[in-house]
């Protein structure tokens, strides 16, 4: 049973809440122990409050993911955690996350009581609403952001804010497409949404959000302010990086057929893995 309940949690999800130490790298905020600590509260409130949507989503899509070749496998749709289980489970992992968020700094409960809200919205209704569904998703990233950042008192980037959207976005219509090439082009039976997408459709967005997300970061590389900032004019050279990652993820998803778990590629592919410790040791050594 405690396998099972921890499998619904998804912990191996958690790895998307390392967005929240975006303050801490690029604002210097690893040099105050009080904010590492706030950070670090915050990680983990948002690592308890992922695993409460996961829960609910589980809850609602439970008939839905019986139709589907491997979510019918989740505690839930297999009937391995009781509905009643289930529902506990989601309620308690959002008030103790709310709780934990409230000792990192009382603006992080803000951002953690918006995510549950937007997320308990995207469940009950706006998962099914075209392009809306996806921005729903970024918009969750964007509050792990400003989380990290605003919510601990490091003021954020905007041209990081801004790559952010775009990578979300960009990581959301990848996870759509992967979708539909898992169930043959019958997404629309396991979800009515995918119905309105097309892979013609996904693939352009995909190339405009990949595109978005490789400038915006390298005019936040570029930018004389960050320069001045970290004191350094070597980020350009972390660019590539980016860019071989986008494009391995791009050949992962066209022509291994994954993509569908950004968590499960980033920290199963070899070359993503390689190439994303490559960048996290040089970025920080540079603006260290």
Request: with cysteine; hydrophobic share 50%.
């Amino acid at each position: 049973m405690l396998g099972n309940i921890f499998r619904l949690m998804r912990p191996h999800q958690w790895v998307k809440n390392g967005f929240l130490f975006t303050g801490l790298v690029f604002g210097h905020g690893w040099q105050e122990p009080s904010l590492v600590a706030a950070v670090l509260f915050a990680f983990v409130a948002f690592c308890l409050a992922s695993s409460s949507v996961y829960v609910l989503n589980d809850l609602f899509d439970r008939e839905q993911d019986r139709n589907h070749p491997t979510k019918r496998l989740r505690p839930i749709a297999s009937g391995a955690v009781s509905l009643p289980q289930a529902w506990l489970l989601t309620g308690g992992l959002a008030a103790v996350a709310l709780w934990l968020a409230w000792l990192a700094n009382p603006p992080v409960a803000g951002y953690v009581l918006a995510y549950l809200v937007l997320n308990i919205a995207y469940t009950l209704k706006l998962k099914q609403v075209v392009l809306l569904d996806i921005f729903c998703i970024s918009a969750g990233f964007m509050l792990r952001i400003l989380a990290g950042t605003d919510g601990v008192d490091i003021p954020p980037s905007n041209w990081l804010l801004f790559c952010g959207m775009w990578a979300t976005l960009f990581l959301g219509f990848i996870k759509r497409r992967a979708e539909i090439i898992a169930l043959h082009g019958d997404g629309s039976e396991h979800r009515k949404v995918l119905g309105e997408y097309s892979p013609a459709l996904l693939d352009k967005l995909i190339g405009i959000t990949c595109t978005g997300m490789i400038l915006s970061y390298s005019l936040y590389a570029m930018d004389p302010d960050v320069r001045r900032i970290h004191d350094t004019d070597n980020l350009i050279f972390t660019v590539p990086l980016v860019i071989y990652a986008c494009f391995r993820y791009l050949y992962l998803l066209h022509q291994q057929d994954s993509g569908g778990d950004p968590s499960h590629d980033l920290l199963h592919d070899r070359h993503i893995v390689v190439v994303g410790l490559f960048w996290l040791v040089l970025t920080v050594a540079l603006v260290a």
